[in-house]
């Protein structure tokens, strides 16, 4: 078997078609986890009654099993919940509306959150307390001072992780095809399949993905110089 | 006016403040000295309920809350009374020195942007930043952080500002200049409670002179009287150990 070169050009193209999907998969699950990742990490932190034990369950189960395990369980598990609840409540619809692409959102969704937590969590717990102090000496409540004097900082610590998050759910993105979500891997195989060229068409992938990662670095790097511009002066 | 009843703190089994009764009239400079461990910045820190006593009840001006029964509102509706300047300033790292002043004039006070900005900028050019209003507080020295944090307790126009010991983490050359803003918002009338170990300060500044240990007042007085003729002998100890008589005097 041999290579041929043209082809993977061409299978890169073709690629392009599938680009939306991976982009709204991964863009829907690290903007919902961020939000889910917040919310747990500021339970854990202020170990909030009833919620506490909940979101550490959470964390415990969604990091002590693969992110595929989380897409096979929502892909099966939700229909049957839904479909329950539906003819229970005497509810006009069914499972079969939900979109596939809508089960890698919900589930992703959950597996971005759980990791993001613990990036959010430690970007917070990095404040310093003594901002918390002088944000309550000045009269703030702990929501404002959350908001205005904590976060941000803690955002700018986590940053660097939050973009590795933001890639490994890039990549991860590729898991979806197993729920017949036609993302950037399935096509390739798609292309493969039907020009009998495997190695040229995930070649091509492979180089479509390495080029949004590197465009998501540059990215972050830029965020960081931006958003770290108060620590210029080098002075603690 | 302030009023501090019974309060009393434990951090564990170590009581810290036994049931500690102080009144602050308004516009008085009032300094705490005791040796570390003696609960007085413990105590200052229960003013802004930054720390939370066990016990106790406080009046600021028309205000009163009692510690035992403090609900949240009371809790924030006491620490608008009052600001606090830090050991270790405190600043809002990511704010500029005029959003650091800003800030509360904004979120808490409510203020339009313009008044805040106003007021913020008088307030750092009274303690005589007026060139640095736009820098980060990385890019200041440690005494021009401080006086940042001074114009920012200043500008909430509290009825109390408390300092925690505000030169203690500063270089010797830059103390003078920390306590020159201090000493010149004093004189000012408002009132003021301070923790500090700097006796010269002291004596010029505060029309009064409260000595802790073991988180009790020992004794307390006008400056001539405490260091003048201190009438425990603790104090007299201390007062030994942190300011020996100069061998010149006869």
New interface residues.
């Given amino acids: 078997m041999s290579l041929d070169p043209g082809f993977i050009w061409t299978a890169f193209l073709s690629l392009f078609k599938a680009l939306p999907n991976t982009l709204y998969i991964t863009i829907v699950s690290v903007f919902v986890g961020f939000i889910i990742g917040t919310a747990i990490a500021l339970i854990r932190i202020y170990r909030i009654p009833v919620l506490y034990p909940l979101a550490s369950a959470y964390v415990l189960f969604i990091r002590g099993t693969p992110m595929l395990m989380h897409l096979l369980l929502i892909y099966f598990g939700l229909p049957i919940i839904i479909d329950g609840l539906a003819s229970a409540l005497g509810l006009g619809f069914n499972s079969t509306v939900i979109p596939l692409i809508g089960f890698a959102y919900i589930s992703f969704s959950i597996t971005a959150g759980a990791y993001m937590s613990e990036v959010v969590r430690a970007g917070i717990l990095s404040v310093?307390r003594?901002?918390m102090?002088?944000?309550?000496?000045?009269?703030?409540?702990t929501p404002?001072a959350l908001r205005?004097?904590v976060l941000?900082?803690a955002l700018?610590v986590c940053l660097p992780n939050l973009s590795n998050n933001l890639i490994g759910m890039l990549h991860g993105s590729t898991l979806a095809f197993t729920v017949s979500v036609v993302e950037i891997n399935a096509q390739a195989q798609i292309v493969a399949a039907t020009n009998w060229k495997f190695l040229e068409a995930y070649i091509a992938a492979a180089v479509l993905f390495w080029g949004m990662t590197i465009l998501i670095e540059q990215a972050t790097a830029w965020l960081e110089r931006r958003i770290n511009?108060?620590?210029?002066?080098?002075?603690? | 006016m302030i009023e501090l009843k019974q309060i009393s703190k434990s951090f564990g089994k170590n009581q810290v403040l036994q049931s500690i009764d102080l009144t602050v009239e308004k516009g008085e400079v009032v300094v705490i000295l005791g040796p570390s461990g003696s609960g007085k910045t413990t105590l200052l820190r229960c003013i802004?309920?930054?720390e939370k006593p066990d016990n106790g009840q406080i009046r600021i001006g028309d205000f009163k809350l009692d510690f035992k029964t403090a609900g949240k509102k009371d809790i924030?509706n006491l620490?608008?009374r009052?600001?606090?300047v830090?050991q270790?300033y405190?600043?809002?790292?990511?704010?500029t020195a005029l959003e650091n002043v800003m800030?509360?004039l904004l979120?808490?006070?409510k203020l339009p942007k313009d008044e805040a900005r106003r007021r913020s900028t008088q307030m750092l050019e009274k303690v005589g930043l007026a060139a640095k209003l736009d820098?980060?507080?990385?890019?200041?020295?440690g005494g021009q952080q401080q006086r940042v944090g001074i114009a920012?307790?200043l500008a909430?126009n509290p009825e109390v500002i408390l300092f925690d010991e505000p030169t203690s983490a500063l270089d010797p050359e830059l103390v003078g200049e920390v306590l020159d803003v201090i000493r010149k918002i004093a004189g000012e009338g408002i009132t003021m409670i301070v923790v500090t170990h700097e006796m010269g300060f002291a004596r010029d500044v505060a029309n009064h002179v409260v000595f802790m240990d073991g988180g009790v007042i020992v004794e307390e007085g006008k400056p001539s009287e405490l260091f003048g003729k201190p009438k425990e002998e603790r104090t007299k100890q201390f007062l030994k150990r942190i300011a020996p008589e100069p061998s010149y005097s006869i």
């Fill in positions: 310093n003594g901002q102090e002088a944000a309550y000496s000045i009269g703030m409540t404002q205005r004097i941000p900082q700018a511009k108060y620590n210029r002066g080098g002075v603690a | 802004n309920y930054l924030h620490r608008q009052s600001a606090m830090f270790h405190n600043l809002f790292k990511h704010k800030e509360g979120i808490v006070q820098a980060y507080p990385s890019e200041l020295s920012r307790a909430l």
